[in-house]
T-cell receptor
Framework: DQQVKQNSPSLSVQEGRISILNCDYT??????FLWYKKYPAEGPTFLIS?????DKNEDGRFTVFLNKSAKHLSLHIVPSQPGDSAVYFC??????????????FGQGTILTVHP | NAGVTQTPKFQVLKTGQSMTLQCAQD?????MYWYRQDPGMGLRLIYY???????DKGEVPNGYNVSRLNKREFSLRLESAAPSQTSVYFC?????????????FGSGTRLTVV
């Protein structure tokens, strides 16, 4: 039972254009969402996050949008750069109770940005 | 600052052998986690330690044991390795078990069981 799904295994975009990575979740208890970026042979690194009380969070070229009613979030990268080529993981958590900071990850999307 | 250090980086085991994956963090974080990454599956939680002295099962704990040796170190043991445990293992730490402080991940251990 995959509670967090990234249905696009890969995405290819041209340098300078917008990259849009999508993520869907099923657990209505999730109230905090994160995106991680992973290069080969390295651990994931935190990119950007959003709380369920917001519908948008922006950090430089990266913007995350949250649609709670649709249980959908997306990461926009504008403009895309070749250095953005990596695997992007969507993750979700419940902030209260006995969650203990556990994250549930999606399968990942491989982003390739062509010069 | 090293952050989260995992050893070894690579390991090949024969079916039935045992080994311990080591993880240490130098950020004075309270919570530590072990995840495994498999193709098409993302990262799945094996075990976690919300604070020193406590451990608990995650989503896929079967075949593994853990020890929170002290605040810095959290080890993962495979008692009798199976080919299904071929994976990349990531250790992570976090300042607190509650709240939304981000994880810091190690660079991973690539384990192959033949």
């Amino acid at each position: 039972d995959q509670q967090v799904k990234q249905n696009s295994p890969s995405l290819s975009v041209q340098e300078g254009r917008i990259s849009i990575l999508n993520c869907d979740y099923t657990n209505s208890m999730f109230d905090y969402f994160l995106w991680y970026k992973k290069y080969p042979a390295e651990g994931p690194t935190f990119l950007i996050s959003i709380s369920s009380i917001k519908d948008k969070n922006e950090d430089g070229r990266f913007t995350v949008f949250l649609n709670k009613s649709a249980k959908h979030l997306s990461l926009h990268i504008v403009p895309s750069q070749p250095g953005d080529s990596a695997v992007y993981f969507c993750a979700a958590s419940e902030t209260g109770g006995t969650s203990y900071g556990k994250l549930t990850f999606g399968q990942g999307t491989i982003l390739t940005v062509h010069p | 600052n090293a952050g989260v250090t995992q050893t070894p980086k690579f390991q090949v085991l024969k079916t039935g052998q045992s080994m311990t994956l080591q993880c240490a963090q130098d950020m004075n974080h309270n919570s530590m986690y072990w995840y495994r990454q498999d193709p098409g599956m993302g990262l799945r939680l094996i075990y976690y330690s919300a604070s020193e002295g406590t451990t608990d099962k995650g989503e896929v704990p079967n075949g593994y044991n853990v020890s929170r040796l002290n605040k810095r170190e959290f080890s993962l043991r495979l008692e009798s390795a199976a080919p299904s445990q071929t994976s990349v293992y990531f250790c992570a730490s976090k300042a607190g078990a509650t709240g939304n402080y981000g994880y810091t991940f190690g660079s991973g251990t690539r384990l192959t069981v033949v």
